[in-house]
């Protein structure tokens, strides 16, 4: 099994590194630190079976969002990890082409189903934009006979979304809601598809996949099209921010897009540790000597990163 690297574990730092979770600020996940708005539930929402009325209003309200193409289907499902997770049983066995560096679950999602990596394959996953370099593919990209395009970062630049391509033969679009609207703990995730890949996977992940609360606030969240376009403009605001910080600390801009950033350091153990010092979590790479990604602090937690870095 390939190994898995990630960002978070803010456990094992603080069981290295000492303090509270209170005291830390964990900057090593792509997750917005300002969390779309949790409304009061209704009773049913956790006493109940989630009914189909309310899984149609949420694929009715992310069809809009996104403007998913008639032709396409949508699944819901609990966190776009347990798609990427079945990913491979959708095909038949074969090989795979994962341009790296990217999110390694893909390639061990399929290495866990007896799949290779070849670039000449069946099947090409494209990270878009990538994690952790921030790539953006294009449609020239579009080279294999399945092509899984994986938007977990996307919704910050829309503009750029491969949603057209959703609904044709062998076109498959993976969305992440936790990164975006910061509720990673609600897991939900969307697959976007031709109806027999959407049937194939619906069948794998079995009913009720999504739960009530899930259902709820991500159809109010989908629907607000006013917050989606506030915050990104908010994003956009902290990746300059942050880049304002990180270069001025001399650090070098390489990547990512305005829900973390990849800057090139002299040595990113170095400075993975002097950050964990100051109770501030960031993300390396086991590929990398010189790699080290950020995500951005909520409002509140600016001055922490800026007194780490003024030191």
Known sequence: MQERDHGGGLDAAIKRWGGTRTDWLDLSTGINPTPYPLPEFKAHCWGALPDKAAERAL?????????????AEILAAPGASSLIARMPMLFEHGTVDIPKPTYNEHAAAFAA???NESTSSQVRVLVHPNNPTGQLWSRDDLNAPVIVIDESFCDVTPDHSMISEAGKPGRIILKSFGKFWGLAGLRLGFLIAEPKIIAKMRDMIGPWAVSGPALDVGTRALLDHDWAEETRINLRKDAARLDGLMTKATAELEGGCDLFRLYKVDNAQNWHDRFAEHKILTRIFPYSDTFIRLGFPPQNGWEQLINCLDT
């Open 59 to 71: 694929l009715d309200a992310a069809r809009k969002f996104w403007n998913v193409p008639d032709e």
């Open 113 to 115: 189903q007896g799949w």
